[in-house]
């Protein structure tokens, strides 16, 4: 927290840092906690987890305003905004599948690679033909599976559109009981949440003060 600040200024900054944290979590537990698996592309997963980060780069600002740094400020927007757009996963990079087991996830892919009759080899958990690549990791604390796409073939955009379309109608036909580790994301989405909620009840006096001072 900033030293010297009003009050209200400090539970804003609170409630700007756990928030988006929180939601992300509520988000994850939601999603897994439903009886099928859910298919996003990998830019708008990135978009997503990069909105949870936002509040921590905005975090030094206030006290850089404050020691009139703004050279620095424009410098960290800069860097940010330079790193975002390297980053950012191109509209057809691939697609990630959230709720879905490791070993499942990658049989599913196989299987639907097999089903297009797409030529071509398995090492791990990589598959290249004459069409191009895929790569099938996995992170299984957040419980999903990263397809990512590497097509080069005349036909490339079709065959991202037949690998999406198959994915999604088999994994609409997947029936699975809730995970543990939708429970636990939920329970800790909810548990995040609480804490801005209970500061913000805790000095409402001070956030009404303010907010009447700034448009009064």
């Known amino acids: 927290m900033i030293e010297d600040a009003h009050p209200a200024v400090n539970v804003l900054l609170l409630v700007a840092f756990v928030a988006p944290v929180a939601v992300y979590f509520l988000m994850l537990g939601l999603v897994n906690s439903h009886a099928t698996p859910r298919l996003v592309s990998c830019r708008d997963d990135f978009v997503a987890l990069t909105g949870v980060m936002i509040p921590f780069l905005v975090a030094?600002?206030?006290?850089l305003a404050r020691a009139a740094l703004w050279w620095v400020i424009v410098l960290e927007a800069g860097l940010a905004a330079y790193a975002f757009f390297a980053l950012l996963p191109g509209r057809h990079a691939g697609w990630v599948i959230y709720n879905i087991g490791s070993g499942r996830g990658r049989e599913l892919v196989r299987r639907c690679v097999a089903e297009l009759g797409w030529g071509g080899e398995w090492r791990s958990g990589s598959w290249s033909g004459a069409s191009g690549r895929l790569h099938?990791?996995?992170?299984?604390?957040?419980?999903n599976i990263t397809v990512h796409v590497e097509l080069h073939s005349p036909e490339a955009?079709?065959?991202?559109?037949?690998?999406?379309?198959?994915?999604?109608?088999r994994l609409s036909r997947v029936q699975q009981l809730?995970?543990?580790?939708g429970a636990c994301m939920l329970l800790l989405g909810v548990g995040m949440?609480?804490?801005?909620i209970w500061i913000v009840g805790r000095h409402i006096e001070e956030l009404v003060e303010a907010?009447?001072?700034?448009?009064?």
């Open 136 to 143: 099938v990791t996995s992170l299984s604390v957040l419980r």
């Open 193 to 196: 949440l609480s804490v801005p």
């Open 157 to 169: 955009e079709s065959q991202r559109l037949a690998l999406r379309s198959l994915l999604e109608e």
């Open 178 to 181: 809730p995970s543990a580790t």
């Open 60 to 63: 030094p600002v206030p006290a």
């Open 211 to 216: 907010v009447v001072h700034l448009f009064g």
